[in-house]
């Protein structure tokens, strides 16, 4: 079963391209789907603490399954087979990036990315901005949520201002906005 876990997980972590979501239903093709391994629900549960513990959630869905079906062989198995293709691609990448980085065209390929990246990024984070400053992200003076929107003001401050710790700054947020929260 560990070869069958192993070669399943390759699998998951070479074709789930797009993020770790991506990766869940590989995942509950292989092991529920195809090598029954577990049930829907079995699968689910654990789905539901992946998403729930800190980290990419491809990882802690392989790391899940791999305690459940196999114990701490089954974690590594598993974990390993995940992370593998990617890790052997990023080495091909480097090792030809390092080779042809001073090449012209490597260069006008990195730097036409570069917008398309910025703004990839941009519009995650401002799509998180609405949702979390506005209910349901749908922007209206009467849809403000006004602790949160605080809240971001004064983290905002204090990392541009001050260069605060941004760990200190998630974990102060926390508290004073769960204060808030009983409070209001």
């Known amino acids: 079963m560990i070869w ?3 070669f399943a997980f390759i699998q998951v972590g070479l074709f789930s391209v797009g993020g770790g979501y991506a990766a869940i239903p590989l995942i509950q093709d292989q092991i529920v789907n195809i090598h029954k391994l577990m049930t829907i629900e079995q699968f689910s549960d ?3 603490i992946a998403e729930m513990t800190p980290g990419p959630i491809s990882i802690n869905s392989s790391t899940f399954v791999g305690m459940q079906l196999g114990g701490i062989p089954g974690v590594l198995i598993c974990t390993i087979g995940c992370i593998i293709p990617s890790f052997i691609i990023c080495l091909l990448l480097a090792h030809f990036y390092y080779k042809y980085r001073n090449f012209n065209g490597v260069q006008i390929v990195l730097s ?3 917008p398309a990246v910025v703004s990839l990024i941009g519009s ?3 799509s998180i901005l609405l949702i979390g400053i506005f209910k349901d992200g749908i922007i209206g ?3 403000i949520q006004y602790i949160e929107t605080i809240l971001f003001a004064v983290c905002i401050f204090l990392l541009r201002k001050y260069k605060a710790n941004p ?4 974990l ?3 508290c004073v906005g769960t204060i808030l929260y009983l409070l209001f």
């Open 4 to 6: 069958i876990l192993f």
């Open 46 to 48: 654990l789905i539901t």
């Open 112 to 114: 036409s990315m570069r």
């Open 124 to 126: 995650a984070g401002l």
């Open 141 to 143: 003076v009467e849809n």
């Open 167 to 170: 760990i200190l700054i998630i």
């Open 172 to 174: 102060g947020s926390g």
